[in-house]
C-alpha cells in the first residue's frame, strides 16, 4: 500500500512537473510568437516607409532630371535668342548704313522713354507698342522689387533695356559731383539690373542730356568706354520732361520736327499721362511719313 502511495506521488510529481513544464514551453512559445509578430508588423511597417521613401527619391530624382533638362532647354533657348537678336541687331545696323549712304529711302525712328519704371503709367506705353508691334528702348533707374514685373515685361517683349543711372540725382552733391561718382552711379545700376534678370544694359543716357556733364563729360565716356557703354542723346521730343502739355502738343512735338531726319532718336518719359494718350497717333503719324521703329542697340549710330 505504501509503495502504491508512494508510486501515485511519483507520478503526480512527474505529471506537475510534465504540466510546468508544458506551461512554460507553451508560455515561451507564445511569447516568442507574439514577439515575432510584433517584429514582424514593424518589419512591414519599415518596409511600407522605405518603400515611400523610395518612390520619393525616384521622384525627386525624376524631378531633378526633369528641372536640369528644362535648365539645357532654357540656356539653349537663350543661346539661340541671343544669336537671333546679334543677327538683327547687325541688320540694323547695316539698314541705318544703307539709309545714311543714300541707298536706302527707308527711315528709322528710334522711341525711347527715361526715369522709369512707373506702377501707374508705364504698362499703358507697353500696351500701346505691344498693340502697334513696335520695340522701343527704356532707359531706367534703379527701383526695388516692387517694380520687377515691369522690367521683366520691357525685357521679354523685346525692348532694349538701357542704364539711365540708379539715383538720377541732379543735385550739387548728386550724380555729377564728381566722374567716379557718376560712373559708380551707372555701376550699382548695370550690377544691380543684371543680378535680378540677368540682363547686361550696355547704353545709356546721361540724366538731362550728355551736356550736363559739363567740363567732366570727356572723362565719363571714357569711364563708360572701359565699362563697356555708349551713350544717347536725342534728335526730337515731345517736350514732356520740360513741362505739361497737352496731347495736341506733345503730338506736333514730334511730328513737326520728324520729317528732318532718316534715322532719328525720340525723347519721351513713361510717367506722363497725356504721353501715353499722344502715343498713337505719333507712331501712327511717323509710319505715315515713312519711319521704321527699331529698339535701340549698341552698333548704332546713334549711339556714341
Excluded: C
Aim: hydrophobic share 35%; charged share 30%.
Amino acid at each position: 500500500m505504501a509503495a502504491r502511495d508512494r508510486k501515485d506521488r511519483g507520478i503526480l510529481i512527474l505529471l506537475v512537473l510534465l504540466f510546468l513544464l508544458l506551461g512554460g514551453s507553451l508560455y515561451a512559445f507564445f511569447h516568442m510568437k507574439n514577439t515575432a509578430e510584433t517584429h514582424q508588423a514593424k518589419i512591414e511597417e519599415l518596409q511600407v516607409t522605405l518603400s515611400k521613401e523610395k518612390e520619393k527619391n525616384r521622384a525627386a530624382l525624376q524631378e531633378l532630371a526633369d528641372k536640369e533638362e528644362e535648365i539645357r532647354d532654357l540656356e539653349e533657348y537663350k543661346k539661340k535668342a541671343g544669336n537671333a537678336r546679334e543677327e538683327y541687331f547687325r541688320m540694323a545696323a547695316d539698314l541705318e548704313s544703307r539709309i545714311l549712304s543714300g541707298e536706302s529711302e527707308a527711315k528709322i525712328a528710334y522711341l525711347t522713354f527715361d526715369d522709369g519704371p512707373y506702377l501707374t503709367t508705364t504698362s499703358s506705353f507697353l500696351d500701346v507698342l505691344d498693340e502697334y508691334d513696335v520695340k522701343a528702348t527704356f532707359f531706367y533707374l534703379l527701383k526695388d522689387e516692387r517694380y520687377d514685373e515691369i522690367y521683366r515685361r520691357v525685357i521679354d517683349s523685346g525692348h532694349t533695356l538701357a542704364n539711365h543711372t540708379a539715383t538720377h540725382n541732379l543735385k550739387s552733391d548728386g550724380i555729377y559731383q564728381s566722374v567716379e561718382t557718376f560712373l559708380e552711379d551707372i555701376r550699382l545700376n548695370r550690377d544691380e539690373i543684371e543680378r535680378r534678370f540677368g540682363y547686361r544694359t550696355d547704353i545709356m543716357r546721361f540724366p538731362g542730356g550728355s551736356g550736363q556733364a559739363r567740363e567732366k563729360k570727356g572723362d565719363i565716356i571714357q569711364g563708360l568706354r572701359e565699362m563697356g557703354y555708349g551713350y544717347v542723346d536725342w534728335d526730337t521730343e515731345t517736350g514732356d520732361g520740360r513741362n505739361v502739355g497737352s496731347v495736341d502738343e506733345y503730338i506736333h512735338g514730334v511730328l513737326d520736327h520728324s520729317e528732318n531726319y532718316r534715322v532719328m532718336v525720340v525723347l519721351m518719359h513713361d510717367y506722363s499721362y497725356n504721353t501715353a494718350k499722344a502715343l498713337p497717333s505719333i507712331i501712327e503719324g511717323l509710319r505715315d511719313q515713312g519711319f521704321l521703329f527699331l529698339p535701340l542697340f549698341h552698333e548704332s549710330v546713334k549711339v556714341k
